[in-house]
């Protein structure tokens, strides 16, 4: 099949998070597979120029509120990713944000189209992901509703249901989005525009990034506006759990690290923890207790105000831990003022480094990740990899990987409810385990022995391909 992937983000072009991640690596797994895939993303001004080729003629787009000329960049590898240049939409010193984003992405969209009529691209499945390629599934019901692209089956991904792309009903006639289409049953919530619903109408089939988020998002506690509309659309909406990208996350090639290791080979896993420690510049944990880490955004969404609660009462007994991400400026406070609480005991790092995040997975025992909702979750996968035994709370792709110790194939900690005191039960059962190295050990490997290759992903997106064609 040809398969057309437009996405705001490829990595390793550019990425803010697991979208970008997702775009880097499906794409190939399909290629893999034997289909032709174009990867479309913006050229943003953060990306590397150097490798790309300027290819084919600049195409015009015409829209109510001015004409854009878009000329194309490539980079050609496993697939062939192309890059919208539109200089007065994408370089900027960020991806999102503005107050244009509507129109912005309208310009993706509809570059990614025209380039794909320009080249004789005839996709078979035009794969949308998250907001920001919203227009492209809108322009294909309607105006090349028509023509051979329109005829191509339209697959959507929801990366995170709570990014919405929310716009002031007037973009509609900056952006040439008929008034008829404003109703309750097409792109208007709340009497705005939103991209994110404008994709859920117009898809042919829906996707999430993990089977039980799929399910959380047909609830109003995680719908955000919207589970009415997926349960109408439950019988198209399927949720298929994310990979890894082995080229980036293998402890048995990882180049970030002091020292290589495997499942079967572990011992290169003391040394990366001796060295994590003393890059660090803290304390080892005392004997018995053990070492934390925790990588992601200082956000509520990310459980972080559970870890600054309940985490103190186990560094005071001798535990140590690092932290690594940014976020919500007073969550970023929080954490800095432990760090000076706690000097010997709590590193904190924020920012991010891509070199520390791969050490504190493969250094750490215990990988902490209490997200109040995650659609799939990347790194509690790495841990599972690296031997960082996750813990997590239960819920969407978090609980889709993790099994409970207490269970027979138990790979990790899962708590129940987000709350300080279930954050710090879930910290004791850690020491708990910590302190039977026999039996940490089992779960450790048991996690470490985990596939999350992307062959499995991409022969279920394939399938979805395959369904029968758009009306």
């Keep these: 099949m040809r398969i057309l992937f437009i996405s705001s983000e490829v990595a390793p072009f550019s ?4 979208l970008g991640d997702v775009a880097g690596a499906l794409p190939r797994a399909l290629a893999l597979r034997g289909h032709q895939v174009r990867v479309v993303t913006p050229l943003y001004r953060s990306v590397p120029r150097a490798t790309l080729q300027l290819f084919g003629s600049p195409v015009t787009l015409h829209f109510p509120f001015g004409d854009v000329e878009v000329r194309s960049y490539r980079a050609v590898g496993d697939v062939e990713t192309v890059f919208v240049d539109a200089p007065a939409a994408f370089d900027r010193d960020a991806f999102y944000g503005f107050g244009d984003d509507a129109r912005r992405f309208a310009v993706l969209s509809l570059a990614a189209l025209a380039f794909a009529q320009r080249d004789g691209f005839a996709a078979d499945v035009v794969h949308g992901n998250d907001w920001q390629s919203a227009p492209a599934l809108l322009a294909l019901r309607t105006g090349y509703a028509h023509t051979a692209l329109g005829r191509a089956r339209r697959v959507f991904t929801i990366h995170n249901l709570a990014f919405q792309g929310m716009f002031p009903k007037r973009e509609l006639e900056a952006l040439g989005i008929p008034w008829s289409l404003f109703t309750v049953d097409g792109v208007e919530f709340y009497d705005q525009l939103s991209y994110m619903k404008t994709a859920l109408v117009c898809a042919d089939v829906l996707t999430t990034v993990s089977p039980s988020y799929a399910k959380e998002i047909q609830t109003p506690g995680f719908g955000v506006g919207l589970d009415g509309l997926l349960r109408h659309r439950s019988a198209d909406l399927h949720g298929i759990l994310n990979g890894v990208d082995a080229r980036e996350w293998n402890p048995a090639t990882d180049v ?33 207790m053990p070492l934390f880490g925790i990588i992601g955004r200082m956000t509520g969404q990310k459980g972080a105000d559970l870890l600054q609660a309940a985490l103190p009462r186990l560094l005071e007994q001798g535990a140590s831990a690092i932290v690594l991400g940014a976020g919500d400026p007073a969550l970023e406070h929080a954490w800095r003022q432990l760090d000076a609480r706690y000097p010997r005991r709590l590193a904190v790092r924020v920012g991010f480094d891509e070199s520390l995040a791969h050490r504190i997975e493969a250094g750490s025992d215990f990988f902490l990740m209490p997200s109040r909702f995650e659609p799939c979750g990347l790194n509690q996968m790495y841990s599972l990899l690296y031997g960082a035994v996750p813990v997590v709370h239960a819920v969407g792709g978090l609980k889709d990987t993790v099994v409970d110790l207490s269970q027979p194939e138990g790979n990790g900690v899962i708590f129940d409810v987000p709350t300080p005191e279930a954050m710090f039960g879930a910290l004791v059962r850690c020491v708990e385990l910590f302190r039977d190295p026999a039996r940490y050990l089992a779960v450790q490997r048991r996690g470490m022995n985990s596939d999350f290759g992307w062959g499995r992903a991409a022969a279920a997106y394939e399938q979805l391909y395959r369904g029968p064609p758009s009306p």
Aim: one cysteine or more; proline letters at 11%.
């Design 15 to 18: 990425k803010t998070g697991g």
């Design 256 to 288: 970030f690290l002091p020292r290589t290791f495997t499942a079967t080979e572990p011992s290169g896993r003391a040394r990366c923890r001796s060295e994590l420690i003393a890059s660090c510049r803290i304390d080892p944990p005392v004997d018995g």
